[in-house]
């Protein structure tokens, strides 16, 4: 059934791959000041904030992430309480070359790897992992093609509740979030909170 489910999934998925043209990363400079705040001035991330590590996510799952929350297909659930700290951030960019030119800012910082927050059992959570890996990439990451952003050195605090966001509702369950959708019927196949903390703890040891 969980095979039967996928291979649709994978199906859709392919058949949408995403329109995507580069910003300006000189212009968005100037709009990431206000990012910074949140999410740190190399977009690195910051617990204390709930916001997540920005660097070395795919430029294109940025733009569409900050399409999204403009949009209200995202943080606009009104379980979805850091989502709903964003998303008025999101309208604050005025159309649809600020969200590229910001997005190519981001592009362009360094990357590096945050430390572990989550406490889980990586080996276990490895075998939770098989069924992310379709999408995701065996390595975590991310698949442009299947519509999957990079996982691979992340922010783990907000994998875990990106996760427990998807299973309950509070994200990918909007008429207009295609793709939220097609990772909330994953994100429910993880049985309970334990399973989110182990395969995030998995994704920690991908470098
Ligand atoms: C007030 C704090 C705050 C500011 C300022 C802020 N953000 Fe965020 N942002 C957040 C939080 C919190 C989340 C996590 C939402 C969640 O958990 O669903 C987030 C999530 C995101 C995401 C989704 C990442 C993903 O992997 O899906 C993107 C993209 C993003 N922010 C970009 C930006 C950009 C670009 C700016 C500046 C224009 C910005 N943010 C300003 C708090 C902030
Ligand atoms: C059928 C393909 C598919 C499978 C399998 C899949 N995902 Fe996803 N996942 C996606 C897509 C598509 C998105 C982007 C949703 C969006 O655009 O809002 C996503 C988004 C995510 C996000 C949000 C990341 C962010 O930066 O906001 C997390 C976390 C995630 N997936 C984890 C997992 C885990 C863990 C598994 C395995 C239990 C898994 N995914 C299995 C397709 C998949």
């Known amino acids: 059934m969980k095979k039967i489910l996928i291979s ?7 058949s949408a791959a995403p329109a995507f043209a580069a910003g300006d990363a000189a212009a968005g400079k100037a709009l990431y000041g206000t990012c910074a705040a949140c999410h740190g001035a190399s977009a690195e991330g910051n617990k204390a904030m709930n916001a997540p590590k920005l660097a070395g996510q795919g430029e294109w799952y940025v ?26 951030m999101a309208m604050m ?29 990586a080996a276990a959570g490895k075998t939770g992992y098989a069924m992310c890996s379709a999408c995701h990439g065996a390595d975590g990451k991310g698949n442009p093609a299947m519509n999957a952003p990079t996982l691979a050195g992340q922010s783990d605090f907000y994998l875990v509740t990106q996760l427990k966001n998807f299973k309950s509702g509070a994200r990918g369950a909007h008429a207009k979030d295609s793709y939220g959708m097609q990772m909330a019927s ?16 998995y994704i920690n040891t991908l470098k």
């Open 8 to 14: 649709a999934l994978l199906i859709a998925a392919a």
């Open 93 to 121: 960019l005025a159309d649809d070359a600020a969200m590229a030119n910001v997005a190519a800012y981001i592009a362009s910082l360094p990357v590096s790897h945050p430390a572990a927050t989550v406490q889980g059992d």
């Open 63 to 88: 733009v569409r992430q900050l399409g999204n929350f403009k949009g209200g297909i995202r943080g606009s659930s009104p379980n979805d309480t850091f989502g709903k700290t964003m998303a008025p």
């Open 186 to 201: 994953m994100a429910k196949m993880l049985a309970d909170d334990a399973a989110i903390n182990n395969v995030v703890a």
